[in-house]
Nanobody
Framework: QVQLAESGGGLVQPGGSLRLSCAASGTIFSIYSMGWYRQAPGKQRELVAQITSGGTTTYADSVKGRFTISRDNAKNTVLLQMNSLKPEDTAVYFC???????????????WGQGTQVAVSS
């Protein structure tokens, strides 16, 4: 069993900042990547940012220059620092991890339950 525990969502005014945290726990053999997706009402889930075990990062164009993803491999934790938040960043943010639970298991995607981020004045 693998669990992804998210924290850090909330309500913030436009221009403000939030930091999301996600910790993976359970039976984990190797993590290949961790990241954040978001889903706004009536829209599809989209990639926000992702970081591989080697430190390679990917960002959605809409958040480049405002969001920063980082990872602590020893703690199986990923952070998303969100600055200069805009109302269009309002969504449920989901943690994601691509990992193996054992050396013989297939790589699989796991998801957290989501944390709400609301940007409003």
């Amino acid at each position: 069993q693998v669990q992804l525990a998210e924290s850090g969502g909330g309500l913030v005014q436009p221009g403000g900042s939030l930091r999301l945290s996600c910790a993976a726990s359970g039976t984990i053999f190797s993590i290949y990547s961790m990241g954040w997706y978001r889903q706004a009402p009536g829209k599809q889930r989209e990639l926000v940012a992702q970081i591989t075990s080697g430190g390679t990062t990917t960002y959605a164009d809409s958040v480049k220059g405002r969001f920063t993803i980082s990872r602590d491999n020893a703690k199986n934790t990923v952070l998303l620092q969100m600055n200069s938040l805009k109302p269009e960043d309002t969504a449920v943010y989901f943690c994601n991890s691509d990992l193996r639970t054992s050396w013989y298991a297939a790589r699989m995607n796991y998801w957290g339950q989501g944390t709400q981020v609301a940007v409003s004045s």
